[in-house]
């Protein structure tokens, strides 16, 4: 657990050029305290033969995002070094599938789309080192390859292939020329 708080740690001060210092990331940070509290609450999620611990689970994320503004649902799977940037807005639905290494910033959304079966994966998946920009939505069961970057207040609703830069509403993808000037965590 030590080694994973000194990831995020790592992936706040990759992120966020504004970073000070572990100490102060730590103690002001919003998107630190809503995946740390992720953590424990997808643990206790998927914990077998816990009376409990599904119910227990959502209330502590309801505690996390009324002190954060960050709503992750317990279901969702997330990757390591996984930073929100002013995270003010952010919703993670149940079925999201979230990569190592991505970067969002404040007001993303990976939701579902309604009418959808329960037991379908309703939620986007998210590639490793993916930046999703400020107020962008990836809806429904869709997928984000690895290596892409959505940009801000784009509505993403069809598979995006690896290597993208998706923008627009709805949005378009394009191969990365590699001068996106996207920071790498």
Not at 117 to 136: K, M, N, T
């Amino acid at each position: 657990m030590l080694r994973t708080i000194r990831e995020d740690l790592a992936a706040a001060r990759r992120g966020d050029p504004a970073a000070r210092g572990d100490l102060e990331n730590a103690i002001v940070y919003s998107g630190l305290h809503a995946i740390w509290v992720y953590r424990v609450t997808h643990r206790l999620w998927t914990a077998q033969g816990l009376p409990g611990s599904r119910f227990a689970a959502r209330v502590l994320g309801q505690v996390a995002r009324s002190l954060t503004g960050i709503e992750i649902h317990p279901g969702a799977r997330i990757g390591r070094r996984f930073f929100i940037d002013h995270g003010m807005g952010v919703v993670i639905g149940e079925t999201a599938v979230i990569g190592e290494d991505v970067l969002v910033f404040h007001g993303v959304t990976l939701g579902g789309r309604g009418g959808d079966s329960p037991r379908a994966r309703r939620h986007p998946v998210v590639g490793d080192r993916v930046v999703l920009g400020a107020g962008c939505s990836l809806i429904g069961g869709i997928t984000v390859g690895s290596d892409s970057v959505v940009g801000a207040g784009t509505v993403v609703t069809k598979d995006v292939p690896a290597g993208s830069v998706v923008t627009g509403v709805a949005g378009t993808a394009r191969p990365r020329s590699g001068h996106e000037g996207v920071p790498t965590l």
